[in-house]
């Protein structure tokens, strides 16, 4: 079985697989072939992956394999038919990506699609390990841009108050970001739209804000369900009220395969304080903030700085990329069976869970988008974006 990694993208500094992952690689029968330079950005040498057992190639030599792993999608050209094609698709906003798997008959796996609710496919969920990262980093960005310190410090020239931070959201990046905040010394606050989040924004050092009419506003696929208009005002209006004092405010709002909901509008950070900090991790799929430019860091006119940085895992390429390769090597690996990589009907992670089981999403399969020039009959929301 011959598995391919290709160089990513210039704007991208990770690497799909680590030289650490190739052991288990081989063990599981693979010969892994890694283009040139492939890890070079993430501090993976090409000296790394040829001691590790891997085969340095050219681009085409990678993409020739029948199996490849990457971070992005690299395009169809130089891919053969049948190949079975993982990475980050984000099909929803890609559906093109899609279309074109089908027409040149390539097996797509998307592995933003994993249906996180399995236990079996929380050591393969690459959401959940790079936002995790991206949460931390979020914090880190706010307080390298931040005019002052972040722990209260108590010195002879007098008493430095500890930074507030506001963490606007709490799935996996919120609750890295208000534990790291937490451990720089910074007094958090933090919110969700669902309410059974307080008790986890409390168990890392968070101070939850409850917005009245809050419940648990969360759908079947465990993401964060869209809000009505009013509901959203009313949120935001809560959560910028007291973001209006803050040092840092960090927004996580991310809702699956749509734009990312604005959650901090111009008329709130032309009132939050001079000096204040906002991350907008969610710069590459539009923003949170209304005032945010992806990919720059920039400062309004009342002195609020807004960070726009996009892709925050990049910026510590050499852990992502670590956790990304564990989290597909661990994908790949289970795959195996008696020396062939087999796609079974009956796995969940692939397809989905059955209708009945407790983890069925209808309209929703796995990870697999499309094989055999068509798309899998389970991802009928899918479909319907593609029409």
Not at 155 to 180: C, D, E, W, Y
């Amino acid at each position: 079985m011959r598995l391919g990694v290709p160089k990513e993208p210039e704007n991208e500094t990770r690497v799909a697989i680590v030289p650490s992952s190739l052991k288990k690689l081989l063990k599981a029968g693979f010969e892994v072939y890694i283009e040139k330079n492939a890890g070079v950005s993430a501090n993976y040498h090409d000296s790394d992956y040829e001691a590790a057992g891997a085969k340095l190639v050219s681009r085409k030599d990678a993409l020739g394999c029948e199996n490849i792993i990457c971070i992005n999608f690299p395009g169809t050209e130089g891919i053969e038919k049948k190949t079975n094609l993982v990475c980050v698709a984000d099909p929803f906003r890609n559906p093109e990506y899609v279309k074109q798997c089908m027409d040149s008959n390539i097996t797509l796996m998307s592995m933003d699609m994993i249906p996180r609710r399995l236990s079996r496919a929380q050591s393969m969920d690459v959401n959940s390990s790079q936002d995790n990262l991206a949460g931390y980093k979020a914090v880190l960005l706010g307080a390298a841009n931040v005019p002052k310190g972040i722990p209260m410090m108590t010195t002879s020239a007098g008493t430095v108050r500890p930074a507030k931070v506001v963490v606007m959201g709490s799935g996996v990046a919120g609750l890295q970001a208000i534990a790291t905040a937490k451990r720089l010394g910074a007094v958090v606050y933090a919110s969700d739209v669902r309410k059974s989040a307080a008790e986890q924004i409390e168990s890392v050092g968070g101070r939850f804000i409850e917005v009245d009419g809050m419940d648990d506003f969360e759908d079947e696929s465990g993401y964060a369900k869209p809000l009505t208009p009013e509901f959203i005002q009313k949120v935001n209006d809560t959560v910028c009220g007291v973001a209006k004092d803050a040092d840092i405010v960090i927004t996580t709002a991310r809702i699956f395969g749509r734009p990312a909901p604005i959650t901090v509008p111009s008329s709130a950070v032309s009132e939050f304080k001079s000096g204040a900090v906002i991350v907008d991790m969610n710069a590459d799929v539009g923003g949170n903030c209304e005032d945010t430019m992806k990919g720059e860091i920039i400062t309004t006119k009342n002195g609020v700085i807004i960070v726009g940085t996009s892709n925050l895992p990049g910026t510590i390429a050499n852990t992502a990329s670590m956790l990304y390769s564990n989290n597909l090597t661990t994908f790949i690996t289970s795959l195996v069976k008696e020396g062939e990589l087999t796609l079974s009907d009956d796995d969940d992670v692939l397809f989905g869970a059955p209708e009945g089981s407790d983890f069925y999403v209808n309209g929703m399969g796995g990870v697999l988008i499309c094989m055999d020039g068509k798309m899998h009959e389970k991802q009928t929301r899918l479909a319907g974006v593609l029409q």
